[in-house]
């Protein structure tokens, strides 16, 4: 039986998401066509500011150092958080210590972790890069575009590899002990028993894991903005960063919008290609 | 396959209480074994020390003859097949079913025999290419129960209550075809289950665990007609067996002041115990003179036998409730008396078997 009026009961919904996404985005994608002024006096382009943007090379290059910056954080905080879910103890009272020191980092706002490790890195009075200076490695992260990048990935390593770690202690938490048991009694060795055992277990928890680190790398902004501010030069400006520098600093709204829009495609093209060949070769897979 | 010997068998897992004290079992080569018990009798801790997932407080397990009671789960070569499937959700069946086959070195062609061997022998060919994900329950215990017979040297196969997650309706043939490939490979199989039918159809011998005791051993008929103990009377049967309140008077076993036959024990209390199927109550003036008067309480019906209809009488003795499976023609309005088969009763004291008859 046909009832339209179940459509007013979502109604509140359509609203409020029309308010807080579809009217902003195409506000957006209002200015990304024109070239205004001042209030009264805007010219309509077509899709020049994105011919632009795309052709603007601090653009590519901050979209790869993007793309890099995300597939070096996914390639080092998966691999190592699965490692440190697996060593935590799955049962007894040190489960609970270590899971609320692997909580604290999360807990931290960004602009703090920036702050923290812009002190902890400094040559001079900072713990790690005093330290780092003192067995003779030149290490400066303001000076070396190198240094910059490994310092920024070790802060975010630091910050968000427990979130990867706390998801996955969660999947391996409910893998029954009568799987352990089995694989033991076919005398399955330590890779085996992660392999077949807990990693096809753990596929639901880790595609959740890489969404949120994926998305989340792809729009940092806060602490490579306090660690280096995009230096030195512009070796770890990522988009975000550009995007602001464009569309609050030089009030360019025209090209600002293109670029936020093609920034809003370029994240969920990703996503979208991420998750559909997750759920494709998981489909007869569990 | 190999024969089983457990001598003084402890284990706990607090030091305040002992979870198994003292088993002492032994299992003939090919034997199918069941370990019954209820919730918290130890029978799956008797399993995993079978298997070597626990290392036990005391005693010693010997697979013929060797002895075995320090070695893992993996140097024991026992299978075993879980309460609810455990497979590997990323290989096939196939691959499943090799698995262990593969990590004990056999070749690839081997294995590839064996497993469709095995698949042809549970009926399973047609899945072996298919993902466990995409199996009904029933199919995926299969195949657990595939992976548990691949090895054939394996020593022993250990069912820790397989059929719980299995759906009613395919129970019995899940049961059965674990019984007919137990007897076609002469498997020794130790098979826990808390169900005393279950027990009762699949096993040559049981063993009964009660609250970390193994309070009798033998074959089902032996379970049944003569339970060494009143936890085992009252386990096994649906309904279990009456156990009355009884005396011993100069010889004569006395059933609720009736003397009923004449007895080899020593005056004083004792329980008396019947299965439903020994007694009888029956109404009527030629009743009076052998039965022991009894207050029928509810009758339900189970169908005819013979042509005659059939029910299960409960009636109250002394206050508490008894048990009588029998003809309902014997059964009219009227006083009604229990009428007990001399041959066939079974006496405790302290709750041990102190005489059976027949």
Known sequence: MRNDKAWLAVLPVVIVVAFTAIVPLMTVVNYSVQDIFDVDTRIFVGLDWYRETLRDPRFIDALLRQVLFSGLVLAIEVPLGIWIARAVPREGPATAAFLIVLAIPLLIPWNVVGTIWQIFARPDIGLLGAAVTAIGLSYNYTGSALDAWITLLLMDVWHWTSLVALLAFAGLASIPRACYQAAELDGANAWQVFRYVELPRLRAVLTIAVMLRLMDSLMIYTEPFVLTGGGPGNSTTFLSQYLTTMAVGQFDLGPAAAFSVLYFLLILLLCWLFYTSVMKGGADDR | ?358
């Not at chain 2, 997650?165 to 020794?188: C, D, G, H, M, S």
């Not at chain 2, 009894?294 to 003795?317: H, M, Q, Y």
Request: with cysteine; aromatic share 4%; hydrophobic share 40%.
């Open chain 2, 1 to 358: 396959m190999a024969a089983i010997e457990i001598r003084g068998l402890q284990h706990r897992y607090t030091e305040a209480e002992a979870v198994l004290d003292g088993i002492d079992l032994t299992l003939s080569d090919g034997e199918a074994h069941a370990v019954l018990g209820g919730s918290g009798a130890g029978k799956t801790t008797l399993l995993n020390l079978l298997a070597g997932l626990l290392q036990p407080r005391a005693g010693t397990i010997r697979f013929d003859g060797r002895d075995v009671t320090r070695l893992g789960g993996a140097g024991r070569n026992v299978a075993q097949v879980f309460q609810f499937p455990v497979l590997y959700p990323s290989l096939c069946v196939a691959g499943n079913i090799g698995f262990a086959l593969g990590n004990r070195g056999w070749k690839k062609p081997a294995v590839r025999r064996r497993v469709a061997e095995v698949a042809g022998l549970l009926e399973i060919a047609p899945l072996l290419g298919r993902r466990p994900r995409s199996l009904s329950l029933y199919e995926k215990q299969l195949v657990a129960i595939a992976r548990a017979l691949a090895r054939p040297d394996v020593a022993v196969v250990l069912l820790d209550e397989p059929l719980t997650a299995v759906e009613p309706a395919t129970k019995w043939r899940l049961r059965r075809a674990l019984k007919t490939i137990q007897q076609q490979l002469r498997l020794t199989m130790v098979y826990v289950t808390h169900d005393q039918s279950e027990a009762l159809t699949f096993a040559d011998r049981i063993t009964m665990l009660h609250r970390g005791a193994a309070l009798q051993t033998g074959t089902p008929s032996e379970l049944y007609e003569a339970p060494s103990h009143t936890e085992v009377a009252r386990f096994i049967g649906s309904p279990g067996m009456n156990l009355v309140e009884s005396e011993v008077r100069g010889g004569q076993l006395c059933v609720g002041q009736k003397a009923i036959a004449p007895t080899g024990l020593s005056d004083g209390p004792c329980v008396t115990g019947f299965r439903p199927e020994w007694a009888t109550i029956e109404t009527g003036v030629a009743a009076v003179r052998e039965g022991i008067p009894i207050a029928v309480d509810t009758v339900r019906p189970l169908g005819t036998e013979d042509g005659n209809p059939v029910g299960l009488v409960t009636a109250s003795l002394d206050g508490k409730p008894v048990h009588v499976r029998q003809r309902l023609e014997k059964l009219q309005a009227g006083s009604a008396y229990l009428h007990l088969d001399p041959e066939r009763l079974v006496t405790y004291r302290n709750e041990q078997l102190a005489t059976h008859a027949g």
